[in-house]
């Protein structure tokens, strides 16, 4: 698996680049934004890992300016900052997921290891698993193996999306309001739950086999046994 690493802090990169590379990753690392940016354009990458601050252009722009493109690389940013805002502009800007400095490395090579299992869109735009694919361009959930479909609310539709786009992933409350909402507000948080409730009701209704199966206590991650 072929890894883009953009960091300009000298020993840090060093340092994981040399981990990365014992775990089998082949690294190609650059230490500014514009730099970053052009390699990731080429397309020739399985996960992008940006770090925010950056000279020349930060991570945010670089996340932005790629999916603009159309580059559909799984980016993971790297920032110093652990409030929500910055969470929130991490996914706002197109990354995929986040990590806060200081990080373990082995919650950095887990984190890899589940950009890795993601699913990209299909050349019909739309994304699989297990038994239900999900139309990007008209919200519609349906059941592969029986053929019935129902259209979603749009956040219907995005918890779907995270889910499929993070699967093998639990996601917790606080992910799920951050992507789907875009700001904090507790009231938005409970809803998580609610629409939680109308998407599993929405599988239910094509008879779909894959669930989201709540965790107690952690959050919610999808599941599909029987297919």
Request: include cysteine; charge should be negative.
């Amino acid at each position: 698996m072929r890894l883009l690493f953009v960091e300009d802090e000298k020993r840090m990169a060093q340092a994981l680049c040399e981990i990365l590379r014992f775990e089998k990753y082949e690294v190609d690392h650059y230490a500014d934004g514009i730099s970053g940016l052009a390699a990731i354009e080429s397309n020739i990458y399985d996960i992008a890992i940006l770090d925010v601050m950056l000279p020349g252009m930060n991570g945010f722009e670089i996340a932005k300016k790629a999916r603009a493109g159309g580059i559909v690389t799984p980016i993971l940013m790297l920032t110093a900052k652990g409030e929500l805002d910055d969470k929130v502009n991490d996914l706002d800007s197109g990354a995929d997921d986040y990590l806060t400095k200081p990080f373990q490395t082995k919650e950095l090579l887990a984190r890899l290891r589940a950009l890795g299992r993601r699913p990209l869109n299909m050349a019909d735009g739309a994304l699989f698993y297990g038994d239900i694919k999900l139309e990007t361009g008209t919200l519609t959930l349906s059941c592969v193996s029986n053929g019935q479909s129902v259209r979603l609310s749009e956040k219907e539709y995005h918890i779907l999306e995270y889910l499929i786009t993070n699967q093998g992933q639990i996601l917790t409350r606080e992910q799920l309001a951050v992507k789907i909402w875009g700001f904090e507000n507790n009231a938005e948080y409970n809803n998580v739950e609610v629409y939680m409730s109308f998407t599993r009701k929405k599988l239910s209704f094509v008879k779909a086999k894959t669930e989201i199966k709540a965790v107690r206590g952690v959050g919610y991650k999808l599941r599909c046994e029987d297919v």
